[in-house]
């Protein structure tokens, strides 16, 4: 068995016997296994076992490495899970089922005229900047009430919210925070946690967490 494999296989055994013990609505959150900077050789074994969901951070890298596969089957789903140029969306909506990195309205415009023109809809994670850092992208949590009702209006699947946390070690609090703004807008979807802190994401109902190198192992 090829060592992401068996990573993986690791990695849900863990998630299972943990949401036992967890107080969560999440009964199985989906790992997406993060394929950046990953030639397509380390990603076949995981392609193989069945696995279908795959996070790339630049739509020009997921074009070259998934456009194949991607043609041959189909059920693959591929994640944005990096910032999205607004001169990329018509490239990236060719390519990608999700987008977790909705931060403006700039680029709510642009993927709702790009949707038209390809008459293909993905499914969209608002960014929120939970830790209002100025080096993050993101919504801030006091205009996301307003910035949903305009992507609602502009006919984009908005399906839940993602954030990247401050590294501060107070991570879990600012989860509690996600999981309870989600809630609020009655989002079914949540997408927060990577290698580090999955565990502390499906503890406060992430639905989809970015695993990359506990699966690949560190990117050389």
């Not at 193989?48 to 998934?66: C, M, P, R, S, T």
């Not at 608002?126 to 910035?147: A, P, T, W, Y």
């Amino acid at each position: 068995m090829h060592k992401s494999v068996h990573n993986l296989i690791q990695i849900e055994k863990e998630i299972q016997s943990n949401i036992i013990n967890l107080d969560t609505t999440t009964k199985s959150p989906k790992i997406i296994a993060v394929s950046k900077t990953h030639p397509i050789a380390s990603i076949s074994p995981l392609i193989n076992h069945g696995h279908l969901d795959f996070g790339e951070n630049k739509v020009q890298e997921a074009i070259d490495k998934w456009s194949d596969i991607k043609n041959k089957k189909n059920s693959i789903k591929l994640h944005l899970i990096g910032r999205l140029q607004t001169n990329k969306v018509k490239y990236a909506l060719k390519i990608f089922d999700y987008i977790h990195s909705l931060d403006s309205e700039k680029l709510a415009n642009k993927i709702s005229d790009e949707q038209i023109k390809q008459g293909k809809k993905p499914k969209i994670f608002i960014q929120v900047n939970i830790g209002n850092e100025d080096q993050k992208s993101g919504i801030n949590k006091e205009r996301l009430d307003d910035f949903y009702k305009f992507c609602k209006n502009l006919n984009l699947d908005i399906i839940g919210t993602m954030c990247i946390p401050p590294n501060n070690g107070n991570t879990e609090k600012f989860f509690f925070e996600m999981s309870n703004i989600n809630q609020k807008l009655n989002f079914k979807e949540l997408s927060m946690g990577m290698s580090g802190d999955y565990l502390e994401a499906i503890k406060n109902s992430a639905t989809y967490v970015r695993v990359g190198s506990k699966i690949f192992g560190s990117r050389t």
